[in-house]
T-cell receptor, first 113, second 116 residues
Framework: GDSVTQMEGPVTLSEEAFLTINCTYTATGYPSLFWYVQYPGEGLQLLLKATKADDKGSNKGFEATYRKETTSFHLEKGSVQVSDSAVYFCALSDRGGGNKLTFGTGTQLKVEL | GAVVSQHPSRVICKSGTSVKIECRSLDFQATTMFWYRQFPKQSLMLMATSNEGSKATYEQGVEKDKFLINHASLTLSTLTVTSAHPEDSSFYIC????????????FGPGTRLTVT
């Protein structure tokens, strides 16, 4: 079945540091890929998505590129802020997010001053 | 916007009792809603897909008689944990899928269930 593997956390960075959170997937067909963010005490929010190979999703300074050849969708941000501290989930769906989502285990990010 | 609410946000119940959790889409219609369970430091696991006006579809290994799902309207789905036991203690999250392209899912804030 489908699966998502993402790097374990927690990840602790200083403000303005570069962020990479790795995510690889296994799926049949051509899934859509997502990054969700969960701030403390809140529900999941869609951060960005990509629906086909070589698409780049971006939002709030975060980026991720759908790499079919490496089955990866790594999350990056050039300069993190304290407000980026949250748990980040990589996920895939077989139909644009409308069908059920398969999540990775989540990566906790803590950004310090 | 697309807001999904859950009620209650936290609930503590005694072993053997039943607990109902509500999931509402506040500003859009959702024929389909999903129920997830999240264990500490672990991923979200899909429990079931809830469809308005029809029976829910449960994932393998999820007891449908224990986790009763009712999707009575286009904006409300409920999850009832029957005869709760301490091992049912968890964080339950719902999501609602918009009924139009691109059929995106929006998540509720979750419900923390503790069974004593």
């Amino acid at each position: 079945g489908d699966s998502v593997t993402q790097m374990e956390g927690p990840v602790t960075l200083s403000e303005e540091a570069f962020l990479t959170i790795n995510c690889t997937y296994t799926a049949t067909g051509y899934p859509s890929l997502f990054w969700y963010v969960q701030y403390p005490g809140e529900g999941l929010q869609l951060l960005l998505k990509a629906t086909k190979a070589d698409d780049k999703g971006s939002n709030k300074g975060f980026e991720a590129t759908y790499r079919k050849e490496t089955t990866s969708f790594h999350l990056e941000k050039g300069s993190v802020q304290v407000s980026d501290s949250a748990v980040y989930f990589c996920a895939l769906s077989d139909r644009g997010g409308g069908n059920k989502l398969t999540f990775g285990t989540g990566t906790q990010l803590k950004v310090e001053l | 916007g697309a807001v999904v609410s859950q009620h209650p946000s936290r609930v503590i119940c005694k072993s053997g009792t039943s607990v109902k959790i509500e999931c509402r889409s506040l500003d859009f219609q959702a024929t389909t809603m999903f129920w997830y369970r999240q264990f500490p430091k672990q991923s979200l696991m899909l429990m079931a897909t809830s469809n308005e006006g029809s029976k829910a579809t449960y994932e393998q290994g999820v007891e449908k008689d224990k986790f009763l799902i009712n999707h009575a309207s286009l904006t409300l789905s409920t999850l009832t944990v029957t005869s709760a036991h301490p091992e049912d203690s968890s964080f339950y999250i719902c999501s609602a899928r918009k009924d139009r392209v691109p059929y995106e899912q929006y998540f509720g804030p979750g419900t923390r269930l503790t069974v004593t």
